[in-house]
């Protein structure tokens, strides 16, 4: 009996397993999210360009480009371990930084040599979740599980991006790299302590070796791919592949934008409120499950395409922030129901692969967002640059309405595999994969 099967009856935060994971993905959150912020910032002052901002926030999203590497590996080796490492990792690689600035030798060739390393650190756990969480959640208790987990790692980093912005301006980015690098020594800490059960097609983790995990890549990243072929989740993946295009030219200029409204601390406030509106969609998420996923998709993104153009050309800098921060309400409550649709939808012994391939194919564009939005920022300008940006959420909205078939889906309460293209055949060649 797994930790999810005892936990069916009992309230999620009863779960010894899932709060540990709560816990370690809330510290090690905040640590990525007082990097990323001090080192985008850091790149924008030494260098004044948007060109290498983009660059830098390029190679932090480097993770999302090559998920597809991880998928099959999270399918097949022991989880607790590569999470404990993996926290380990970057609280070690990150003290370069602090240790580079109190020796005069911080510069922006180091923080683009460093950021490559602290991305690929992160880079199993986005598959990582989709694995580990229905192995200690009861299926019943998943999209509360992934609405509470969305709270931290999509929404309450608002607080810390909105103080790294204001701790940049009053401490500096070398203290605030060596408080970073004690949360990811206790997120480690936190995540050795989870009891996570072996995958029920007795292919245990932990009897994996390396080579037989690189023998059956090919294989396993095969059957996650045919059962994705021809079903909804393929335009899912387009539409969202637009939207983090988006994201990516955002965060890249927003530094330089919002230098132009007033410095770090309107930087840090806007980064704030792109996590207040991520953290108010991730509240709202679980309420909507009844609602059907296409009109939701299609509304949502219409609005908020509208919302983020407002907030650009807004008279006042408080309207821009409030207007940016609704903005990203949809796309939030998006994230939790493709979270719950994929740990529903999906065998159990593809999820981390098909995550991993869903997340590549979408995910992709975040980098290649960050350096067209460098580059364009430098021959248009950051502002009509920003302005531009929402055509991606309005994307979403005019590709579902042109799509009778995402108009019509389900649901999420009620989706079954076939409501999203998914056949008979489609199982059958996975059996035989």
């Given amino acids: 009996m797994t930790t999810a099967d005892t936990a069916g009856g009992t309230s999620l935060w009863e779960n010894r397993d899932f709060r540990r994971f709560f816990a370690g993905q809330f510290v090690t959150n ?23 901002t983009g660059i830098a926030n390029a190679l932090l999203l480097l993770p999302w480009l090559l998920q597809i590497l991880a998928g ?14 993996s926290q380990f990792a970057q609280g070690i690689v990150v003290l370069v930084l602090p240790i580079a600035g109190m020796t ?9 040599a460093v950021v490559p390393v602290l991305a690929l650190a992160t ?11 229905p192995r200690i959640v009861a299926d019943q208790q998943l999209s509360r599980a992934n609405s509470a ?29 060596w408080f970073d690098s004690v949360t990811f020594a206790v997120a480690g800490l936190l995540f050795g302590g989870i009891e996570v059960s072996p995958v029920s097609d007795g292919r245990q983790a932990s009897e994996a070796s390396i080579r037989s995990v690189i023998d059956s890549y090919l294989i396993d990243l095969r059957a996650g791919i045919d059962v994705l072929r021809g079903t909804v ?26 230098n132009t409204l007033g410095g770090p601390a309107v930087y840090g406030l806007l980064l704030g409120a792109l996590g207040v509106g991520r953290l108010v969609g991730s509240l709202l998420a679980p309420l909507l499950e009844r609602v059907a996923y296409g009109r939701l998709i299609l509304v949502g993104y219409s609005v908020a ?17 409030v207007l940016f921060g609704l903005a990203w309400v949809p796309a939030a409550i998006d994230d939790v129901l493709t979270s719950t649709l994929n740990q529903t939808v999906f065998p159990d012994d593809l999820r981390g692969r098909v995550s991993a391939i869903k997340g590549t194919a979408s995910g992709g564009t975040l980098p290649l967002g960050s350096l067209v939005g460098g580059i364009v920022a430098e021959l248009l300008g950051t502002k009509t640059t920003m302005g531009l940006a929402a055509l991606g959420l309005g994307f979403t909205g005019l590709y579902v309405l042109a799509r009778p078939r995402l108009r019509r889906l389900p649901a999420v309460a009620e989706a079954t595999p076939a409501a999203f293209g998914m056949t008979e055949s489609s199982a059958c060649d996975r059996d035989s994969a």
């Fill in 305 to 321: 395409a509208c919302w983020w153009f407002t907030a650009v050309y807004a008279p006042w800098t408080a309207l821009t922030v």
């Fill in 123 to 133: 880079l199993l756990m986005s598959p990582m979740q989709a694995t580990l969480l």
């Fill in 104 to 112: 005069g030798r911080l510069s922006v060739d180091l923080l683009l």
């Fill in 30 to 52: 905040v640590g990525d999210s007082l990097y990323t912020v001090a080192v985008l910032w850091l790149v924008f002052e030494l260098s004044g360009s948007t060109v290498l």
């Fill in 233 to 258: 989740f393929v335009d899912l993946v387009l539409t969202t592949a637009v939207f983090n295009l988006t994201t990516g030219v955002t965060l890249a200029i927003l530094p330089a934008f919002g």
């Fill in 149 to 177: 987990l969305a709270t931290i790692t999509l929404g309450l980093d608002m607080v810390f991006d909105a103080l790294g912005g204001a701790f940049i301006a009053i401490f500096g980015t070398t203290t605030l790299f």
């Fill in 72 to 85: 099959p590996i999270v399918d097949r080796l022991p989880l607790t371990p590569v999470l404990v490492g």
